[in-house]
């Protein structure tokens, strides 16, 4: 049995989407595991993932929650009240941040509402000046840990990543690192490509120009497998 991962935007959830859940779903039938991994909450991932996906597991939130196919949560990190205080308020004194946000499981808080937080996001205008403001207030934070995307910030526990996620499943299913395949495109995927020796999903701008496992599109390397 293997265990297949794969990121959603930008590596499953492309043009050739149709394709790819094709492959995903003849892989499944063969015996194997399907994990979607994700920076999207439940809900919103559900907006756009087809009920024809076949999955075992979802990882959301970058690592911070894990559900099984029912939907039920298996893993939750939070993050402390401190550290969620300090980092609102520091963005909220920023005005290129505008929309800030507490995370609980699937449910999409207000800022000051941050007891039991798994993750805080926050969208912004000015990539730049946001990136070296952001910085900061990690170094502050060391528990803490993100990274910007094109339109979010996106913060959770430094304990959670895609990548410790992934360990935790295969644990749960007495996997081996070698029994487990991982597709990404983007800078939170970076760690379980690097751990893993997966497939980068090759976009315009290549921000991922550290591997050598490049490839158009997921559908083509399962459809081998």
């Given at each position: 049995m293997k265990l297949l991962v794969t990121d959603f935007?930008?590596?499953?959830?492309?043009?050739?989407?149709?394709?790819?859940?094709?492959?995903?779903?003849?892989?499944?039938q063969k015996?194997?595991?399907i994990v979607i991994a994700t920076g999207r909450y439940l809900s919103?991932?559900?907006?756009?993932?087809?009920?024809r996906v076949d999955y075992d597991y979802l990882i959301c939130t970058d690592g911070s929650i894990i559900y099984d196919n029912n939907d039920n949560v298996i893993y939750k990190e939070l993050l402390d009240k401190e550290s969620c205080e300090y980092v609102i308020n520091q963005l909220r004194k920023l005005e290129e941040v505008n929309n800030i946000y507490c995370l609980n499981g699937d449910k999409l808080l207000d800022y000051d509402e941050y007891d039991n937080t798994?993750?805080?996001?926050?969208?912004?205008?000015?990539?730049k000046v946001v990136e070296e403001y952001f910085e900061n207030i990690l170094k502050e934070v060391p528990s803490l840990h993100g990274y910007i995307s094109t339109k979010w910030i996106n913060i959770t526990s430094k304990?959670?990543?895609?990548?410790?996620?992934i360990d935790i499943i295969?644990?749960?299913l007495k996997l081996s690192k070698n029994d487990v395949i991982v597709f990404g495109d983007n800078i939170n995927d970076i760690d379980m490509i690097n751990y893993y020796d997966g497939y980068i999903v090759i976009k315009e701008h290549d921000i991922l120009d550290v591997h050598n496992n490049k490839i158009n599109s997921i559908y083509e390397i399962i459809d081998k497998l």
């Open positions: 935007d930008g590596t499953l959830y492309t043009d050739d989407y149709n394709k790819n859940i094709e492959a995903l779903n003849k892989f499944k015996g194997n595991k919103f991932l559900k907006e756009d993932l087809d009920k798994n993750a805080i996001i926050a969208s912004f205008e000015d990539r304990k959670v990543s895609k990548k410790t996620a295969t644990s749960r």
